[in-house]
């Protein structure tokens, strides 16, 4: 297995622009995260779901970022418009249940001119 | 609301100095306590956790209920130990990962 994909794993967009960050989680997996990672915040969780449900979602910052995982093997994030204080790390990680461990992606690098 | 506190962003030591990166946390209930660890260029992955109360790469982290802390220490610093710390907390339920704001290990030479 791969582990989880992310792409794309640089983006560079102008503000106003739409962005979509892309997640397959790990086979087998029914928990999916998207985290966002900066120097000031570290690791901020921003939505999770279950069996592709939505659970959690208190974390995302503003109506501008949406979520969805249409099936068990792919998830978006997306955030229209884009703005620079959206630059950061965006990672995707899935784990197999209840407090067992997660399982990272590569990240995405995302900044926002 | 669950808080993980990591008070240090950048703990520099020599190899084969002791090491201990802080954690603290805030929750009522009984939580599950883990450490994450991404080395450069690498993914973030689990390094540990408390209730498997195993040392893996040399480093230990003992539960203190009573602090309610989780340091994760290891008596002799290697240089392969450079890398960002994270501390995290889980409920009893749910699996949503609560993380700290990091430490950066540099062990110098």
């Known amino acids: 297995d791969a582990g989880v994909i992310q792409s794309p794993r640089h983006e560079v967009t102008e503000m106003g622009q739409e962005v979509t960050l892309r997640c397959k989680p790990i086979?087998?997996?029914?928990?999916l995260f998207w985290y966002r990672q900066t120097m000031m915040r570290g690791l901020e969780l921003l939505i999770y779901?279950?069996?592709?449900?939505?659970?959690?979602d208190s974390g995302m910052p503003e109506d501008r970022f949406s979520a969805k995982m249409p099936n068990a093997s792919f998830s978006t994030l997306k955030i229209q418009p884009s703005e620079p204080r959206d630059s950061a790390v965006y990672f995707c990680?899935?784990?197999?249940?209840?407090?067992?461990?997660?399982?990272f992606g590569p990240g995405t690098r995302l900044t926002v001119l | 609301a669950q808080r993980v506190t990591q008070p240090e962003k950048l703990l520099s030591v020599f190899k084969g100095a002791p090491v201990e990166l802080k954690c603290n946390y805030s929750y009522s209930g009984s939580p599950e306590l883990f450490w994450y660890v991404q080395y450069s260029r690498q993914r973030l992955q689990l390094l540990l956790r408390h209730i498997s109360r195993e040392s893996i790469k040399g480093f230990t982290a003992d539960l203190n209920k009573g602090e309610t802390s989780f340091h994760l220490k290891k008596p002799f610093a290697q240089e392969e130990d450079s890398a960002m710390y994270y501390c995290?907390?889980?409920?009893?339920?749910?699996?949503?990962?609560?993380f700290g704001a990091g430490t950066i290990l540099r062990v110098k030479s």
């Open positions: 995290a907390l889980q409920r009893e339920y749910g699996n949503k990962l609560v």
């Open positions: 779901f279950n069996n592709n449900v939505p659970i959690d």
């Open positions: 086979s087998g997996h029914n928990s």
């Open positions: 990680a899935s784990t197999s249940g209840l407090h067992n461990e997660q399982f």
